[in-house]
């Protein structure tokens, strides 16, 4: 059995051979698709997701973290922490989840109290009403 090749360029036809244009793609599938464009999901179309946002909806991470940032601002380090209540919060807020948004608006209040307290011992300190200096002094 003697066939001729076919020319350049061209596939050859017969059994075994993938039609024109469809090479690199396995039999009984679609070609994939290009780069950038989302392959689809079994069940149709995937759920395109906000830009920059989360990709679970209902997360109330950053609302948490406010609340935890705000009160660890208010007991242990109160510049710090207050300044991520404060971000985390509001982050938290604009998040779009209305539970999320409670809870940012919480630690938003608590950063910013944390920091006013800050900003108030800080000046007390300075102007000598409060001692700072910690020395224990024997009777």
């Known amino acids: 059995m003697s066939t001729t090749p076919p020319p350049p360029g061209q596939a050859p036809d017969g059994p075994g051979y993938p039609a024109s244009g469809d090479f690199g793609t396995p039999a009984g599938q679609s070609p994939a698709t290009p780069y950038g464009a989302p392959a689809p999901g079994p069940y149709g ?38 300044v991520a209540a404060i971000i985390t919060g509001y982050l938290a807020k604009k998040d779009g989840n209305p539970e999320n948004a409670k809870l940012g608006k919480i630690g938003l209040i608590l950063g910013i109290v944390g920091l006013v307290l800050a900003i108030l011992w800080g000046i007390l300190a300075a102007t000598g009403v409060i001692d700072t200096s910690f020395s224990a002094s024997a009777g």
Do not use: D, E
Not at 51 to 58: E, K, N, Q, R, W
């Open 45 to 82: 179309a995937p759920t395109p997701t906000p830009a920059g946002g989360p990709t679970a909806s209902g997360s109330k991470t950053m609302g948490i973290a406010s609340i935890v940032t705000g009160v660890l601002g208010l007991i242990c380090c109160p510049g710090l922490f207050s």
